[in-house]
């Protein structure tokens, strides 16, 4: 088991920025592929970001030169920069770990998750 726990959410004007944290308890992340995925109202959880242990990463279109991964394995700790917010960002953010050396973007090929944090951008 590796308890995810997501930070850093909030309110933001469209344009604006936000870092999400998400910290691992008692456990190193630095075997896993780490992810974030978001869920807005109706919708499916959808893929936002993924990086491996050895910093590759892959972005979803549609956050693609806004948002940047990054990870501080001494800290167990995967982070989200999150800029140009726009109102379409507005979601439940959810981190995601897998003890994969392997990219993927599907909420299937993730173990383990902690409960999510809200990002509102207003309009």
């Known amino acids: 088991q590796v308890p995810l726990v997501e930070s850093g959410g909030g309110l933001v004007q469209t344009g604006g920025s936000l870092r999400l944290s998400c910290a691992a308890s008692g456990r190193t992340l630095s075997s896993y592929t780490m992810a974030w995925f978001r869920q807005a109202p109706g919708k499916e959880r959808e893929f936002v970001a993924a990086?491996?242990?050895?910093?590759?990463?892959m972005y979803a279109d549609a956050v693609k030169g806004r948002f940047t991964l990054s990870r501080d394995d001494a800290k167990n700790t995967l982070y989200l920069q999150m800029s140009s917010l726009k109102p379409e960002d507005t979601a439940v953010y959810y981190c995601a770990g897998r003890l994969s050396l392997s990219l993927a973007r599907l909420t299937t090929d993730y173990t383990y998750w902690g409960q999510g944090t809200q990002v509102t951008v207003s309009s």
């Open positions: 990086i491996t242990w050895t910093w590759s990463t």
